[in-house]
C-alpha cells in the first residue's frame, strides 16, 4: 500500500438498490448519473439481465449501447487507490459476511455489489446501495478480506472518449 495517504471523497450520487439482487444495476446507476446519464434502475436491470437472485457482473459490457467505457479488471489496493485519485469511482464486489457494518445475522452471506468512493488512513468509503445512510466505512482489512471473495474485482465505467 502506498504511504501517501490524502483523503479522497468523490461526490457521487447515491441510490438505494430497489429490489433484492439489484445492487449491481444501483452502483451502475450512481456512476452513469455522476456522468449525467440518466436511467432508472428498472432501465439498467433490463440491460443488465438482472434476475431475481442478482446480476452476471459480466453483463456490465451490455451498457456499451449507452456510449461508455468499460473496464473489469482484478486489481491490488494501490490501483483502487490510484483510481480514487484519478476521480475515477470503482464498482467492488464484496463478500457480506466480512464486511464490517453488514449484520450477517440477519442475511445470508453473498457477493454484493458497493461504489467505492473515496479512502482516508483507515478506511475505505462505500456507497453502499443496501443502505440509506452513504457512505459507509470499512476498515481496510475488512474491505480487502470482503474483497478478496472476487479475486479483488473492479468494474470501471467512464463516458467513451
Sequence with gaps: ????????????????????????PACARMILDSLAITKTEAEIRKLLKTKPAGTNPL???????????IKVTFSSL??????????????????????????SNLYFDYLHAVVVVGFDKENIFVNDPA??????????????????????????????E
Excluded: V
Excluded at 504511504?3 to 438498490?17: A, D, R
Excluded at 459507509?136 to 468494474?155: C, G, T, V
Design 1 to 24: 500500500m502506498s504511504n501517501t495517504f490524502t483523503k479522497i471523497h468523490l461526490k457521487i450520487p447515491h441510490f438505494e438498490q430497489e429490489q433484492n439482487g439489484s445492487c449491481l
Design 59 to 69: 453483463n456490465i459490457a451490455n451498457l456499451k449501447e449507452l456510449d461508455i467505457e
Design 78 to 103: 494501490d490501483e483502487l487507490l490510484d483510481h480514487l485519485k484519478s476521480k475515477l469511482p470503482s464498482i467492488a464486489l464484496l463478500w457480506t459476511g466480512e464486511i464490517n457494518y453488514w449484520d
Design 131 to 160: 443502505f440509506s445512510n452513504y457512505p459507509q466505512k470499512i476498515p481496510y482489512i475488512y474491505f480487502l478480506n470482503a474483497w478478496s471473495y472476487s479475486q479483488h474485482m473492479l468494474i470501471l465505467l467512464k463516458r467513451s
